[in-house]
T-cell receptor, first 110, second 115 residues
């Protein structure tokens, strides 16, 4: 079966760095996605990792370790607009759908 | 502009009154999917479609129907809505037929309340 775990809530201050962790257990692995979702809005794609290692994209980076079933999203130079829910997602065994974690709500304060 | 559109955006209805939520994408994507999002439960897949006339159940299909007669449209049908279907619904699409291996583009969401 599939199981994706991530913390429910995190808080941080403007300008800081925050790391949101995600552990997954999936029968078949086709890559790990991160999405950002502001309250009441649609999820938007942030990153996709299929190989081990760190992928950097501006202030956001995502890391994957397939052997450990572990990923993290790293947000640098936090801004108030980064307050949102961050969703970790992985494929089901057949590769036909994404299974989402319940999301981590990040609150950034000044 | 490349986008996924949903209508209506907000709907309040009563138990048992059939309704349809439309979803349309203009990116020529093969894969389309419907999710519901509930507090504490996250996004859960209702149905998905890998191409025209090809649909399959997701994790929570009970009480819902879908159809895929054209590539761009994927309506969600609630034949007899019940209060437990009160939720925020998202339609999504992606390139290719395997929805688990490609970025999904989400519509703006439909907030449904069933009284």
């Amino acid at each position: 079966g599939q199981n994706i775990d991530q913390p429910t809530e995190m808080t941080a201050t403007e300008g800081a760095i925050v790391q949101i962790n995600c552990t997954y257990q999936t029968s078949g692995f086709n890559g790990l996605f991160w999405y950002q979702q502001h309250a009441g809005e649609a999820p938007t794609f942030l990153s996709y990792n299929v190989l081990d290692g760190l992928e950097e994209k501006g202030r956001f980076s995502s890391f994957l370790s397939r052997s450990k079933g572990y990923s993290y999203l790293l947000l640098k130079e936090l801004q108030m607009k980064d307050s949102a829910s961050y969703l970790c997602a992985s494929s089901n065994q057949a590769g036909t759908a994404l299974i989402f974690g319940k999301g981590t709500t990040l609150s950034v304060s000044s | 502009e490349a986008q996924v559109t949903q209508n209506p955006r907000y709907l309040i209805t009563v138990t048992g009154k059939k309704l349809t939520v439309t979803c349309s994408q203009n990116m020529n994507h093969e894969y389309m999917s419907w999710y519901r999002q509930d507090p504490g439960l996250g996004l859960r897949q209702i149905y998905y479609s890998m191409n025209v006339e090809v649909t399959d159940k997701g994790d929570v299909p009970e009480g819902y129907k879908v159809s895929r007669k054209e590539k761009r449209n994927f309506p969600l049908i609630l034949e007899s809505p019940s209060p437990n279907q009160t939720s925020l619904y998202f339609c999504a699409s992606s390139l290719g037929t395997s929805g688990g291996v490609a970025e999904q583009f989400f519509g703006p969401g439909t907030r449904l309340t069933v009284l």
